[in-house]
């Protein structure tokens, strides 16, 4: 009994001995544990406050960029707006000058008009005319045609004097080739026949027929020379021209005339 009470108080010894063992052992992971899960939460709060830090820097460096991004469309805008109002600028600058070249291009165009109707009168002045006069067709100048009718719508006024002056600046303004030349010299005979200039008259009247002989007013002229002759009291050369003037146009009315008065003078 003695004999086992030592070995049981070993073995008792031995138990607690283990037994307190084992409570250590418990201790140490419990506080292993323990510092483990500090360990973790402070590397959680870690994560969790860079976590935090970058969310904020990601928000921030967003608000820069949304900042900067609205200042770039606000600039954009802007360039945007000044290029259109310089495009209608522009637009209106090209718009009054259409219409200012529009003007001048209407006023170009009606000078032209003006100028092809003047050139055109101008050209109607100047072109040679189909005259028809006395039988005879000829061209005329216009400025020719004008002074003529105005010579003779002197002498048919009675104003004969006036008529002298004017046909015989006619004729020597526009020379022998004008087709006016054998009336106007049988109007300038007849005027200075009205006048008495009987000798002028003559002249003229021979040039006429020197000129044309066979024109209508020959005969005519003749009967005049005769006329003249017979007012001068030069009744030989009075006769002498009827005579001929029944010869040569014996059925012309002037030539029936001249018959008639040379049986008169039997």
């Given at each position: ?9 070993g073995s008792a010894l031995l138990g607690s001995a283990g037994l307190a063992q084992a409570g250590l052992f418990e201790d140490d992971e419990a506080r ?193 020379i005769s006329n003249c002759q017979w007012e001068m009291k030069d009744t030989k050369a009075a006769r002498k021209t009827l005579e001929e003037l029944v010869?040569?146009?014996p059925s012309s009315e002037a030539g029936v005339a001249a018959k008639e008065r040379l049986g008169r003078m039997k």
């Amino acid at each position: 009994m003695r004999q086992a009470l030592p070995w049981l108080l070993g073995s008792a010894l031995l138990g607690s001995a283990g037994l307190a063992q084992a409570g250590l052992f418990e201790d140490d992971e419990a506080r292993r544990a323990i510092l483990e899960l500090r360990q973790s939460q402070a590397e959680l709060r870690s994560q969790m406050d860079a976590t935090r830090k970058q969310s904020e820097q990601w928000q921030a460096d967003s608000a820069h960029r949304q900042a900067d991004d609205s200042a770039a469309l606000r600039k954009a805008l802007l360039e945007l707006q000044n290029q259109l109002e310089a495009l209608g600028a522009d637009v209106a600058k090209l718009r009054g000058q259409n219409e200012v070249l529009a003007r001048e291009l209407a006023e170009v165009q009606r000078r032209q008009k003006d100028d092809l109707v003047g050139l055109d009168e101008r050209l109607r002045r100047i072109e040679p005319l189909k005259v028809s006069i006395d039988g005879r067709e000829f061209l005329a100048e216009p400025g020719e045609k004008r002074d003529y009718e105005q010579a003779f719508a002197v002498f048919r006024k009675g104003e004969f004097d006036r008529a002298q002056v004017a046909l015989v600046d006619f004729l020597n303004r526009y020379g022998p080739n004008s087709g006016y030349r054998v009336p106007a010299l049988f109007w300038l005979g007849n005027a200075q026949y009205a006048l008495k200039d009987y000798k002028e008259a003559i002249a003229n009247f021979r040039s006429l027929i020197a000129a044309a002989p066979d024109h209508l007013r020959v005969p005519e002229s003749m009967l005049a020379i005769s006329n003249c002759q017979w007012e001068m009291k030069d009744t030989k050369a009075a006769r002498k021209t009827l005579e001929e003037l029944v010869k040569a146009f014996p059925s012309s009315e002037a030539g029936v005339a001249a018959k008639e008065r040379l049986g008169r003078m039997k």
